[in-house]
């Protein structure tokens, strides 16, 4: 089972703004950076935000991350057609020794 | 080009063994742990465990502790993902991921396309 907590499902019309929040705890999100990972259908996760606010090359600048304490929020601002998929939060945690998602939520352009 | 390459998909019965491997390129592979990740039918993503190829020191999800071996031949830039005895919850997608680290901490920057292992009787 996750241990980072996230909606199951967003939406939003083409160019509105949809915020997804990932809950997690002091030995995860609490002491540890953020990444988000962005998997379209049928394709392998692809790293979206790292560092909890760090875009890779070629990742559009509607995509931001931001963290607080335990928890984090990914905002995609400009909402596009291709931008309907499954997002993931992730974190390393101290506890478990081990990488930990998030429950994954699915972004629906209406 | 960084790459990695997984093996193709697999068909097997219940009880039987089964390795994956995912071959990178374009990078020195023993500089970055690999890691393997689950995605059952429908569902999200599951951290298995990894390995850092220049030693082949390894450490497991407790979820898949005992169920599965991370294993690698840094000599062929090769990683492993094996099962003994398979179980048809077994059946998923499974990625291979490489590791980057820098000052501001770990993330997957690089995703092998994955291996669809059913397994049916």
């Known amino acids: 089972q996750s241990v980072l907590t996230q909606p199951p499902s967003a939406s939003g019309t083409p160019g509105q703004r949809v915020t997804i929040s990932c809950s997690g705890s002091?030995?995860?999100?609490?002491?540890?950076?953020v990444n988000w990972y962005q998997q379209l259908p049928g394709t392998a996760p692809k790293l979206l935000i790292y560092?909890?606010?760090q875009r890779p090359s070629g990742v559009p600048d509607r995509f931001s991350g931001s963290k607080s304490g335990t928890s984090a929020s990914l905002a995609i601002s400009g909402l596009q057609s291709e931008d309907e998929a499954d997002y993931y939060c992730?974190?390393?945690?101290?506890?478990?020794?081990?990488?930990?998602f998030g429950t994954g939520t699915k972004v629906t352009v209406l | 080009e960084v790459q990695l390459v997984q093996s193709g998909a697999e068909v097997k019965k219940p009880g039987e063994s089964l390795r994956i491997s995912c071959k990178g390129s374009?990078?020195?592979?023993?500089?970055?742990?690999i890691s393997w990740v689950r995605q059952m039918p429908g569902k999200g993503l599951e951290w298995m465990g990894r390995?850092?190829?220049?030693?082949?020191?390894?450490n497991y999800s407790p979820s898949f502790q005992g169920h599965v071996t991370i294993s690698a031949d840094k000599s062929i830039s090769t990683a492993y993902l094996q099962w003994s005895s398979l179980k048809a919850s077994d059946t998923a997608m499974y990625y291979c991921?490489?590791?980057?680290?820098?000052?501001?901490?770990?993330?997957?920057?690089?995703w092998g396309q994955g291996t669809l292992v059913t397994v049916s009787s």
């Open positions: 991921a490489r590791r980057s680290y820098d000052s501001v901490g770990y993330y997957y920057d690089y």
């Open positions: 374009g990078y020195s592979f023993t500089s970055y742990w």
């Open positions: 390995i850092d190829p220049s030693d082949s020191y390894t």
């Open positions: 002091s030995s995860n999100i609490g002491s540890n950076t």
């Open positions: 560092g909890n606010n």
């Open positions: 992730a974190a390393w945690d101290d506890t478990l020794s081990g990488y930990v």
